[in-house]
């Protein structure tokens, strides 16, 4: 029997995708983000294991609030750490009549398994770490070019996808850089809609249990008026 390891549940979300979400947080990252909120997710040994049975039985108890509008995202961590088992949850999801969303990196090479994970999601909420490749790896310790082939594909098959930014200052901010994303954002035929998270330092005590510096330690926080500035830049509302 196929299982899983699941950080935690969120019961109805409302951030995550559209209308009311049933939100799985998956163990496991390969990244290494230093505004990481959920930094206790990258242990891919973490967590606790759950059966795909065991996972549908609890969105099935939500469904009559999740739906129409809404249904289940999966995020993480990295989902796609846990190809397998994330096919099978998604198969049965789709059997149940889940709308289903993936939150990812993208930061992956386009297997048959990733594409089955494609073919099986009606929305993608894909997160572009940063434009700048050299930043994205000061700033993840992975380059970006795999995520951006990633929504290349995603555009190609028209596969709907939100694109997600986190604004951090003095890493994401840049003028000239969020004219570049706004640039590569107009290449893509597929996206639904434009995110700026802005940066917080709410996770750090997480950082702070495990033992760990907190990379970030004296960066500010983004404001109001980093958002405006970014979405003026980026062209969005």
Not at 194 to 200: A, D, F, G, N, Q
């Amino acid at each position: 029997m196929i299982q899983g390891r699941i950080h935690s549940f969120e019961s109805l979300g409302a951030v995550d995708g559209p209308g009311i979400r049933f939100v799985i947080f998956m163990q496991g990252c390969s990244l290494q983000c230093k505004y990481c909120q959920n930094r206790d997710t990258w242990d891919l040994h973490g967590g606790k294991e759950y059966t795909v049975e065991e996972i549908v039985e609890k969105v099935l108890k939500y469904k009559n609030y999740i739906q129409p509008d809404g249904g289940v995202t999966i995020s993480g961590g990295e989902p796609m750490l846990q190809l397998t088992f994330l096919i099978e949850l998604l198969k049965a999801l789709k059997k149940e009549g889940f709308h289903t969303a993936v939150d990812t990196s993208g930061s992956f090479s386009l297997t048959d398994k990733i594409k089955e994970v494609i073919d099986l999601t009606d929305l993608f909420l894909l997160d572009i770490k940063c434009i700048n490749n050299a930043k994205c790896i000061e700033l993840t310790g992975v380059s970006n070019e795999k995520e951006l082939q990633f929504a290349h594909y995603l555009s190609s098959i028209k596969k709907t996808m939100w694109v997600r930014q986190v604004l951090v200052p003095g890493y994401t901010d840049d003028e000239s850089d969020l004219k570049e994303l706004k640039k590569f954002i107009s290449s893509l035929s597929s996206v639904e809609k434009v995110e700026i998270l802005p940066y917080h330092d709410l996770g750090k005590f997480k950082w702070q249990e495990l033992d760990l510096s907190y990379p970030l330690e004296g960066i500010r926080t983004a404001n109001t008026e980093d958002v405006k500035r970014a979405k003026r830049l980026l062209d969005i509302n």
